[in-house]
RNA sequence: GCAGGGGUAGCCUAGCUUGGUCAAAGGCGCCAGAUUCAGGGUCUGGUCUCGUAGGAGUUCGUGGGUUCAAAUCCCUCCCCCUGCACCA
């Protein structure tokens, strides 16, 4: 095999510059046709993309080519969100060498200056996104370059402060505090997995406790920190550890009692002062008071309090806690003696699912911790994770199915008791609460991570009712793929809260208008995006500058408010305006699945907030992912240990046709697709498999463009029929975004419609002709370069600016359909009969049933369909007495209903009298010779083949299943010619 | 826990909204045949079990139910994946 002398890669890129000088992507406004607006979630620069990222990409891209070639004007722009930490970190790769980013660096051919470069955020974030765009064009994507932007271009700076200053004016910014991550010597930090600002803890959670304050006599508190508040009721002590300390904590008008690194945190949390040290045991002769328990409580020592976490102090609730409860059969029979009649449930738990693990958990008798700390095999303190594994089981069940049985929430799910008790806290005591990470969480600079309260936090107020509301009210009129989206966005909502707004740190984005020290967040600088794209157009041609757009311009532009920018002509400014109103409202906004919570939301409420409901998007498509063998999304680790390979060996190896391909017929849109190789090669090898098919029909004169003349053969006109319906069945998938369906119409259903009717005798030219022109252009979506190279000479100029096939240029006939299934249905069984043939057989013979069992057919068919399947023999006797015509087989009638089932529906019947079913089956013979082996064919009438059907087969031939005899091999039992009447059959050659 | 999705033949995946044309599409793998010196590629057929007559039996996570009829509808349980927030 000799390699194709130009590399598919610089045929692909041949193409890729073909569209790009013809401008194939630019978004021309022409006024009066249909337009088709759709972006995609732009991606964050964090680094190099994979063949993984271009499943939603290529994916969008084929519908917007889809849609361009159903004459729609079509902008389909695309930008990079440079916002946020990820270009800040990998800046910071490049600056310490990190080899892998160099290795992609230097396969980039950049030299040490353009390297040095890009230690500079900026610089790697704009430095990526062009990276993006031209990815995105070898992949042969085809989208609006003049609208390119990314979120720290100036202009789009602007854009976004117009954004921020016009929801503030709209009142949806509000001030209110809020705990950030914070290093006390590099000030506010970012904790993510990621670990830019952090050495260690980037998974760490944030723990909130509960402060349960217990009154000492002398008046101060001993604040015990819980998960668990609604479990006060059952408190039989407290419990601190021994030789622990305590430290007084001054607060609003408080002196509480907590642990030293507790008092770190809380002062960090809510100020105030320390006061006094205290050794802990100097309260052990103590009793503490709360309202909600009915006895004072002793207060002791126990090796399960941990003074770092919480306050140090802990509320014991022995019944519910199997810590507690280990801690309390430890005790000395004394304070045993004294604890063990204060212990109670407050909650009882029901409805355990038979043969669960809660049953199992919770068998037995006594409280419920001590049944788990039982069940589990647990007895003292040093069995730490057996414990916490009682202590989660417990939890889960308790908050899951748990009831108050005490206390005045009598009756409430436990959830419910758990907000309603520190509701109650937090009225008494704005401090209530204390945060901790789950894990210790350490600073770059080797500062350990703290919380801090920030008082004056800028948030958008997306709990505000009457914005979610306008949010709900849009989404209902909008489409949503896949449609479960909308349901799912429904309860998103419900908890969509308040989201901070701006944050400060090192990182990118727009400096806050309200308060430049802050910068805004980077999901909240991506929201509206789409108008903007619009604007910059226009910047891009240089016709507007950034400083022109202003408040004022933006305005005008997408609101029609005000005289606009004095700075801007009028002329052009109208022009802006009217180019937005073209585009608006956004058609499809198609984006990963992990958008579902953190983008689309504020994208919809963006839009709700700022623009008339006119003007909010249409559809929202969200994309799945495509996974590595281990069930994670691909990622940079699964390309360099070689599971996926680089993008320039998958061009190489697959085409950017063959990846594309593969993408839409992996798997459904919404569904995750393991990444396999193989596949991926069958895809591409689908490819060529279909170029060469279409190849060899443009070779066949496929140019002719005559139509289909009566009286083709009926193969011709069912061949017809089926192209027809492959273009109605993709056009409807692509209507849809079901791109597998429709991917599998095109390269799959039509390779297999055409072999058989290549196999069947079919070679009619024109026919053949025109299918190759429609085919050529319904490449254009999945695999636009084969599409072009097919389609060179044939088009007037590009395939990809053709339109798109309409099913009617390809005559329908139902007719011929309904016979050529009769013939595969024939196979079928011609087939399985050959199963079991040892030897194959010398002849076939095919009897066409005889016209009254048409007549009983016609009885059976007005039957609803449960009675013609179930066969209601009695019934159809019946009428079948009321039909003249019958009255000479009635005693056959009977016997034919009780051995051959009806068909299954209808259209299944076949032709419509046994001169047409004859004639079908000798057009197949010849075929049939071909595809079984067995030489001789013969078809006969059932009432004339007697002689010919020794064993009686012809009985079982229903219309449209002629009965079948085959004769064995060896010996020719068959009584040639003789018989009595004179069969109308015909032999095949 | 809450929310969403899912469990289909050796594997990956369609079907499930609108029950019957479903022993269940397509791909991969495997088997046989054709082409070929051979391999690869391509093409054809096969690939749950039994069966020399188009048939029968048993299948679509588990166990029930509805129905003349269930992969498809309802209920139960088991298991898996994802998200739960400032992280793009």
């Known amino acids: 095999m000799q390699p194709q002398p130009p590399s598919r890669i610089s045929r692909e890129a041949h193409w890729q510059e073909r569209w790009r000088s013809a401008k194939l992507g630019e978004a021309r406004r022409v006024p009066g046709r249909r337009k088709f607006f759709l972006i995609f979630a732009y991606p964050g620069t964090s680094g190099f993309m994979h063949i993984g990222h271009m499943r939603g990409y290529s994916l969008a891209d084929a519908l917007v080519r889809y849609h361009r070639m159903r004459g729609e004007v079509v902008f389909f722009p695309g930008g990079a969100h440079a916002s946020g930490l990820p270009a800040v970190t990998f800046a910071a790769r ?520 006119d003007l909010n998007p249409r559809c929202i498509v969200i994309n799945w992912w495509t996974t590595s063998y281990t069930g994670e999304k691909i990622s940079k680790k699964d390309v360099k240990g070689g599971a996926v390979p680089p993008v320039d060996d998958a061009l190489a190896r697959w085409g950017a046709d063959g990846i594309r391909l593969y993408h839409a017929i992996a798997g459904s849109l919404f569904q995750d697709v393991e990444w396999d190789p193989s596949t991926c090669s069958s895809a591409s090898e689908r490819v060529d498999e279909v170029a060469r098919i279409l190849r060899g029909l443009w070779g066949r004169g496929g140019d002719a463009v005559a139509g289909m003349a009566p009286g083709e053969r009926h193969v011709d006109r069912w061949f017809s029929t089926r192209i027809s319906e492959v273009i109605e069945r993709a056009t409807s998938h692509l209507e849809s975004a079901d791109f597998r369906s429709a991917a599998q119409a095109i390269y799959v259903d039509l390779v297999a419609i055409l072999r058989r009717y290549e196999a069947r005798g079919g ?69 399985a009969l050959l199963r079991t043939w040892k030897s194959p057989p010398a002849e076939a013979r095919l009897f066409v049933a005889s016209p009254w069992k048409r007549w009983v057919e016609e009885i059976r068919s007005r039957a609803p369909e449960g009675d013609r399947r179930r066969g209601d023999i009695g019934g159809f006797m019946r009428e079948a007495r009321q039909d003249p015509r019958l009255t000479p087989y009635l005693d056959r009638v009977a016997r034919y209903l009780s051995q051959v089932p009806a068909p299954t529906s209808p259209s299944r019947a076949g032709p419509q009298d046994p001169d047409t079913e004859t004639a079908l089956l000798h057009d197949a013979l010849p075929y049939f010779v071909h595809r079984f082996g067995i030489p001789r064919w013969t078809v006969l009438r059932e009432e004339d083949g007697g002689p010919y059907d020794p064993l009686g087969r012809r009985t079982r031939a229903a219309p449209g299943r002629p009965a079948i005899y085959l004769v064995p091999g060896e010996d020719p039992a068959s009584p040639e010619a003789g018989g009595s009447s004179r069969p109308r059959a015909r032999s095949s050659p």
């Open 763 to 831: 070679a009619h030219a024109a026919l053949l002709g025109r299918l190759a022109h429609a085919w050529t252009r319904m490449l254009v979506p999945f695999t636009p370069h084969v599409a072009e190279e097919l389609g060179e000479g044939h088009f007037p100029s590009l395939v990809s600016s053709e339109s798109w096939p309409q099913p009617g240029e390809f005559l329908r006939d139902p007719g011929a359909l309904r016979e050529e299934e009769t013939l595969i249905a024939l196979e079928e069984d011609i087939a």
């Open 94 to 613: 490049v600056a310490r060498r990190d080899p892998d980013t160099m290795e992609s660096l230097r396969s980039m051919h950049l030299d040490d200056t353009a390297i040095r470069d890009l230690e500079v955020p900026e610089n790697a974030a704009r430095f990526l996104g062009e990276a993006y765009w031209v990815t995105w064009e070898r992949f042969g994507m085809v989208m609006d370059r003049t609208a390119y932007v990314t979120t720290i271009d100036p202009d789009y700076q602007q854009f976004i402060r117009w954004q921020f200053a016009r929801l503030s004016r709209l009142g949806y910014l509000k001030q209110k505090s809020y705990f950030a991550p914070y290093c006390p010597r590099s000030g506010p930090v970012s904790v993510d997995p990621s670990e830019t600002d952090i050495s260690q803890g980037g998974s760490a959670e944030v723990v909130t406790y509960t402060l349960v304050p217990f009154t000492l006599p002398d008046g101060r508190r001993l604040l015990a920190a819980t998960l668990r508040p609604e479990t006060v009721f059952g408190a039989t002590n407290l419990w601190v550890a021994p030789g622990e300390t305590l430290v007084e904590w001054k607060h609003h008008g408080h002196v509480d009692l907590l642990s030293p690194p507790a008092l770190a945190k809380a002062l960090d949390q809510w100020g105030g002062t320390a006061g006094e040290e205290i050794p802990a045991s100097a309260f052990l002769a103590d009793q503490v008071t709360i309202p909600w328990v009915p006895h004072p409580l002793p207060i002791l020592e126990s090796r399960l309090v941990n003074p770092d976490r919480g306050t140090g102090i802990v509320m014991s609730v022995p019944a519910h806690a199997p810590v507690d409860w280990v801690a309390l059969e430890g005790l000395s029979p004394t304070s045993r003696g004294t604890i063990e009649p204060l212990v109670r449930a407050v909650l009882e738990v029901e409805g355990i699912p038979q043969g669960s693990s809660e049953q199992e958990l919770l068998k037995g008798s006594g409280w419920p911790a001590q049944r788990a700390a039982r069940n589990l095999g647990i007895t003292t303190l040093e069995q730490s994770s057996q414990l916490a594994e009682a202590t989660e089981r417990l939890y889960r069940a308790e908050l899951a199915r748990g009831r108050m049985t005490v206390g005045p929430f009598v009756g409430r799910p436990v959830g419910e008791a758990r907000e309603l008790v520190r509701e109650i806290l937090r009225q008494a005591d704005e401090a209530a609460e204390i945060r901790e990470f789950s894990e210790p969480v350490i600073c770059r600079c080797g500062e350990r991570v703290v919380i801090r309260r920030i008082p004056d936090q800028w948030f958008l107020a997306y709990g505000d009712p009457q914005w979610k509301s306008r949010v709900r009210e849009h989404a209902r009129t909008m489409q949503f793929l896949p449609p479960e989206y909308r349901e799912e966005l429904e309860t998103i909502l419900d908890w969509f809260e308040d989201r901070p707004a701006v944050r400060q740190g090192r990182w990118l984005g727009t400096p806050f208008p309200l308060d430049p020290r802050w910068i805004i967040e980077p999901i909240a600088d991506s929201t509206l995006y789409p108008a903007y794209y619009v604007v910059r157009r226009f910047v891009a041609q240089g016709r507007l500058k950034p400083e022109q757009l202003t408040p004022s311009f933006f305005d005008h532009v997408f609101l029609g408010e005000g005289p606009g920018e004095p700075t801007v002509p009028p002329e052009l400014q109208s022009e802006v305006r009217q180019e937005f109103l073209y585009w608006y409202p956004l058609d499809v906004n198609l984006g990963g699945k992990e958008h579902k919570r953190v983008h689309f939301p504020p994208f919809l409420y963006n839009h709700a907030a700022l623009l008339p409901p």
